[in-house]
């Protein structure tokens, strides 16, 4: 792997990513609140859109043009 790699954490309290270098050293990080629904359930398409935000403000803030070569995710339940 020659880009930079993609780790998300996906709680119930905050979701968390991170991008990191081919050594695993940590370039860039985001965190925000886990979506909820009125009823205090997980809200499954917030969830998805602010990954995504937070995978593009992370990599947008590093300045880079090296691609992110790999996404894994781990989350409870």
């Given amino acids: 792997m020659v880009g930079l790699a993609c780790g998300v954490d996906i709680g119930t309290t905050n ?3 991170v991008l990191t ?3 695993g050293q940590v ?7 886990t979506p ?3 009823s205090g359930e ?3 398409l917030a969830l998805v859109s602010a990954l995504e ?3 593009l403000a992370a990599w947008r803030g590093l300045g880079t ?10 989350g409870v339940g």
């Fill in 21 to 23: 270098d081919t050594a």
């Fill in 36 to 38: 909820r629904i009125a």
């Fill in 53 to 55: 935000a937070m995978i």
């Fill in 27 to 33: 370039l860039a990080r985001e965190t925000r609140p």
């Fill in 65 to 74: 043009s090296e691609p992110i070569e790999a996404i894994a995710a781990a």
């Fill in 15 to 17: 979701i968390k990513v």
């Fill in 42 to 44: 997980g809200d499954p």
